[in-house]
């Protein structure tokens, strides 16, 4: 990977081994957009000049002949020379709203430079560029990164008011550009609401324009900070598709909309919607990194390219390796109603079952019995744990467990001694304080609030022998207003943000040896801005095998496998859906992620327990690795064939693991195959099924990849378990591909 200056022509090219980005600067300042996409040499650059017939009357000193609005640019600021499209950066400065930045200086930086207060990826190869407006005296840094791992681009902007007056910012989002489409172009969004996270929905990008967006203070369930910009004949495995990913947590919006001319402006940051930033003299905003992924092979390499930047960049390099811990969670088992023989005949029945972590979730402190009281208030309800937390956690790790717990830092019962004694923690305007949950959320934004909770935290864990936390968030932000902001209170939902990455930032870089998992509601902050703290996160509290073959597959077209905490719960039917779906089925789906468990073992029948036991192990042999490090492919979408398939391949080609779900069962089916991914042509492969590893075949991987599998045909009923995947509905299975040892089938 390289960033080139090419200075005859003023333009930088930014390239790896498949990708360049390339822009010029424009005689007059400007910063043109030239191409992104499969990488391209550095010669005839004038074929690249992108003109139009324009009608425009707004004459630019761009060119004389041609006004802005036509050019394909790098940065669009608001109100200049009749630029019409979405901007980018919107300033108010005394009243002037017109922004003029033009180019003054560029770097090629040694090393990434963090950004202040928030998370950002690692290494790569940055650009910064100096935009400057003369008049209103703005300066503004803009940083592009490139890897050689992924077909990332990321893209950021710092402010900095040169005045010595204070100025407004009032939209600044942190990357812009504009695409020239080869074909009609679709975006692909990810909806959805608790239990129903990430659901994939397609439109047409045209003249109307496409935005995703929140105004909920968090990243959401409802929308997810993603978005897939793809021909219209763009599959999993060709034509282009191109995703942007943010790296924040807090509002924000992605937009993409057609222009006169058939170009589309991408657009991605913080919402504007509900947002300004006051700077006063010589003061810097930074905005959040968005990732750009180009992709000229479909969806698949767009999602991997991700990955390898995640795994790689983001995710606390201490744990993006390890192993993760094989939890039993005791939250669907008993909910809040537990004590502690209870808890004792929880974790004795782990012993042996290959379960490496207890966690203990809500309801463990001052009287939280229902979710009506009590969050804020830490301290070890001695009614339910009358030895103390200590005592559980010593039985836990006597057992030859690792200790996990709930915590859900950043709320305030109504209900709690913390609300009495601080009832201006809690966000709420002069007029409405609405409850969520029975519960407010606590306001960030100042200081003393982050500092109760990093002292909390780190409290415990310096006085517990804690393994591992879940950090819950329950409910959105409302109302928002903050004393101390007074009318800056469109920055509440940013500095709210800024607060929570600081706290995070505090309590767990100083407790490096334990391992932190985000959750909101399940998945409703599942985004790459808390990625960079919790290198897993729970993806729903939806469990039932069928949604989370939806759920947890399109979480993993952007964000890493082993980032996404996958459980196998006791219900059938199921706690959230009422459906009926094996053990084998259940925990198909439940390997294709970060696995554990969430039920009472003490309350299984002798052959569930057998069963589970050996479901881990099996795990443990194939899955673990793999989904820490192994490229994933996905085979088959629920939505689209009543079959899911995802796959994964370690990087060597050696081993592969598949799992499979059917939807709803179909007598005298249609031949269903899939079509497993990145096997080495010429070498042997074992395909084994299930957790008993029986062999079905041994077939070259170009059999395998070309011919496919049949699925409807295992010999899988006289498996123990009864189920084969032609025989009733949502039933699953795994497959293993074991490359054998120096062998080909047939030579060439
Ligand atoms: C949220 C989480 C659950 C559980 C409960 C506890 O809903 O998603 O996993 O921890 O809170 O209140």
Request: contains cysteine.
């Amino acid at each position: 990977m390289h960033i080139i200056f090419d200075k005859n022509s003023k333009t930088f090219f930014l390239e790896n081994k498949e990708i360049s980005y390339v822009f010029k600067i424009e005689e007059s300042g400007f910063l043109r957009h030239l191409y992104w996409g499969k990488r391209i040499s550095r010669d005839s650059l004038n074929h690249l000049d992108y003109f139009t017939e324009s009608q425009s009357v707004f004459l630019g000193d761009m060119d004389r002949m041609h006004p802005i609005e036509e050019y394909p640019l790098e940065l669009g600021s608001f109100g200049n020379r009749g630029d019409y499209r979405e901007s980018s950066i919107s300033i108010n400065n005394l009243g002037h709203r017109t922004l003029d930045l033009r180019y003054k200086s560029h770097k090629i930086l040694s090393e990434k430079p963090e950004i202040d207060g928030m998370p950002s990826l690692r290494d790569g190869k940055t650009l910064k560029i100096t935009m400057f407006d003369n008049v209103n005296k703005i300066k503004v840094d803009v940083f592009y990164t490139i890897y050689d791992d992924s077909n990332a681009i990321a893209r950021r902007m710092e402010i900095v008011n040169l005045n010595d007056h204070e100025i407004k910012i009032e939209k600044a989002f942190s990357a812009c550009v504009d695409i020239i489409p080869k074909e009609n172009m679709q975006a692909i969004t990810f909806h959805g609401a608790w239990l129903r996270e990430r659901m994939q929905e397609k439109n047409d990008i045209t003249h109307a324009g496409i935005e995703i967006s929140s105004t909920r203070g968090v990243s959401s369930a409802q929308t997810n900070p993603s978005m897939i910009i793809a021909g219209a004949n763009t599959t999993m495995y060709q034509g282009t598709a191109i995703g942007i990913n943010l790296i924040y947590s807090g509002d924000f919006a992605i937009k993409a909309k057609q222009d006169q001319y058939g170009r589309i402006r991408l657009t991605a940051g913080i919402n504007d919607e509900d947002f300004d930033w006051t700077l006063k003299k010589n003061e810097k905003f930074s905005t959040p990194e968005a990732v750009f992924v180009y992709s000229c092979n479909g969806i698949n390499a767009m999602s991997q390219s991700f990955h390898n930047l995640y795994r790689n960049h983001l995710i606390n390099s201490d744990w993006v390796k390890k192993s993760r811990p094989i939890i039993c969670n005791n939250w669907e088992a008993t909910g809040v109603d537990f004590n502690e023989k209870k808890l004792m005949r929880f974790i004795d029945s782990l012993k042996g079952s290959g379960v490496d972590t207890f966690v203990l979730d809500d309801g463990w402190f001052l009287g939280r019995n229902s979710d009506s009281s009590s969050l804020g208030d830490w301290i070890v309800d001695k009614k339910k744990l009358p030895r103390g937390l200590e005592f559980i956690i010593e039985y836990t790790h006597k057992a030859g467990l690792k200790f996990g717990l709930w915590f859900e830092p950043e709320m305030i019962s109504k209900n709690s001694l913390l609300y009495q004694h601080h009832p201006d923690w809690a966000i709420k305007s002069n007029t409405i304080a609405s409850e969520g949950r029975n519960q407010y959320v606590l306001d960030l934004s100042k200081n003393e609030v982050c500092d109760f909770v990093i002292d909390t935290i780190n409290k415990y864990l310096d006085t517990y022998k804690i393994n591992y936390i879940k950090w819950d968030m329950n409910r959105y932000l409302t109302e928002s207003f903050s004393s101390e902001l007074g009318t800056r209170s469109k920055e509440h939902h940013h500095r709210y943000n800024l607060g929570l990455y600081k706290v995070l930032d505090a309590v767990i870089k100083t407790h490096p040896d334990v391992f932190f998992e985000g959750c909101a509601s399940g998945g409703a902050r599942f985004d790459a801005g808390m990625l960079a703290f919790f290198p897993q996160i729970w993806a729903s509290d939806n469990s039932d095998a069928y949604s989370r073959s939806i759920i947890q597959t399109h979480t993993s077209l952007f964000y890493p496998l082993s980032s996404i905490d996958c459980h196998v719960t006791t219900g059938t039917p199921n706690m959230q859906t009422g459906r009926m779906s094996d053990l084998t089925a259940r925990f198909s789906v439940a390997s294709m992620g970060s696995f554990g468990c969430e039920m009472d073992f003490s309350k299984l029948s002798d052959e569930d327990k057998r069963n589970i036991r050996e479901f881990i192990a099996f795990y443990k042999k194939y899955f673990q690795t793999l989904v820490l490090s192994g490229d994933t492919y996905i085979l088959s979408q629920m939505n689209d064939n009543n079959l899911w398939a995802q796959q994964i391949v370690s990087k060597d080609k050696a081993l592969s693991a598949i799992s499979i779900l059917q939807g709803l069962n179909k007598p005298i089916p249609e031949e269903k195959r899939i079509y497993p991914q990145g096997l080495v042509a010429s070498a042997c492969y074992r395909i084994m099924v299930g957790k008993q590893e029986k062999l079905l075949a041994k077939l070259r991987g170009d059999t395998i990849m070309n011919a496919g599998i049949n699925v409807n045909n295992w010999p899988l009923r006289s498996d123990p378990n009864g189920i084969g995947l032609n025989f009733g509905d949502f039933v699953g299975q795994t497959l293993i591909l074991e490359q054998e040892e120096n062998e080909t089938i047939e030579k060439d």
